[in-house]
């Protein structure tokens, strides 16, 4: 399925829609509408990037018509009902992570689109530049086969502030009545890259914990994954971990067969050759995963070819993360 992309919509004008709007003004493709329940930051966000319509009602926006293509930055519990509604009106879709809450909304959204429009999800950290260099020295070969993977993150987005909230809850206040924080939220980017590298993967064991007060989700996890032919796989993450960033911040090891690679935060190495390690600007090129992933959605639309991050893909990615919670005995609700 290849169509014309000329025109997009916007729904959602939070924090992240920032970046969203940046990478759009980068393809060529116009933007042509914005919508968010909160009228003001519709308003605002349209002003600051010279958009013409500004909607509170993804009804009505549709209803309008005029975009081929349309980007749902809004909440998680908005994505299936505008899903539905873009395929309704036969507009293609690119959908923020994560798709839905759970794998029966995910498989459920995926019938009900079928082949009526291209649908694609927003997961951009697969494309940070950091996690591109690791792929792409592991694609040229530089290490061999993989045979293990340990991935860690670590923040304190959630360690106590006098005077203020956490870091973490006042960026983000729907936190205070999110049960699934962590996995959900941070790791399933994690997971994701996890997959990326190693392919199919099933969760073995995990334990979740909370060290933040007050909050119902948790902010730490250990995770053991099993891929194929034995390959192990760890995942570990805490966002109340004093003495780090507020924002989190990444390692991980990629054993192979005939070398390791090392991504240490933004330094990425061969182990054993770690005077030519390179160093990437992780704020100054944060805007690039954003970019990178927008412009394969509209070169996707185009040209028909399949989305790295096609929707099946990425139900992959969501039976992973809901398989952890299932392991360390967290009740998921269909």
């Known amino acids: 399925m290849a169509s014309s992309v000329q025109r997009a919509a916007l729904i959602g004008a939070g ?101 009526k429009v291209r649908f694609m999800i927003h997961e951009n950290y697969r494309f940070r530049p950091h996690y591109m260099t690791v792929r792409d020295w592991i694609n040229e070969g530089r290490i061999g086969t993989v045979r293990h993977i340990a991935m860690s993150c670590r923040g304190s987005g959630l360690c106590p502030r006098e005077g203020a909230e956490p870091f973490l809850v006042e960026r983000q206040p729907y936190l205070k009545e999110f049960r699934r924080n962590l996995v959900f939220e941070t790791m399933i980017h994690h997971l994701d890259v996890c997959r990326a590298i190693a392919g199919p993967l099933n969760v073995v064991a995990a334990r979740l914990n909370r060290l933040a007060t007050g909050l119902p989700g948790e902010d730490t996890a250990s995770i053991l994954m099993e891929g194929r032919n034995g390959l192990i796989v760890t995942a570990d993450g805490c966002i109340c971990a004093p003495g780090y960033p507020d924002l989190h911040g990444d390692r991980l090891e990629v054993i192979g067969t005939t070398g390791t690679i090392i991504m240490d935060y933004n330094r990425i190495f061969i182990v054993g050759d770690e005077e030519n390690a390179i160093e990437v600007d992780l704020v100054g090129r944060y805007q690039e995963c954003f970019d990178t992933t927008t412009k394969a959605f509209v070169q996707g639309v185009r040209s028909g070819v399949p989305f790295e991050t096609d929707r099946l893909d990425n139900l992959e990615t969501l039976r992973l993360m809901q398989s952890v919670y299932a392991a360390a005995g967290v009740e998921v609700t269909p």
Request: charged share 25%; hydrophobic share 50%.
């Open 15 to 115: 924090m992240i829609s920032l970046y969203h709007l940046r990478a759009w003004a980068n393809t060529g493709v116009e933007m042509v509408a914005i919508c968010d329940i909160d009228g003001t930051a519709a308003k605002a966000r349209a002003q600051e990037f010279g958009i013409k319509r500004v909607y509170d009602d993804p009804e009505q926006m549709f209803a309008d018509g005029g975009f081929d293509v349309v980007d749902i930055a809004a909440s998680v519990t908005a994505h299936d009902q505008l899903t539905r509604l873009a395929a309704d009106h036969g507009v293609h879709v690119i959908l923020q992570k994560p798709m839905v809450e759970t794998v029966t909304e995910a498989e459920n959204l995926i019938a009900y689109v079928a082949d």
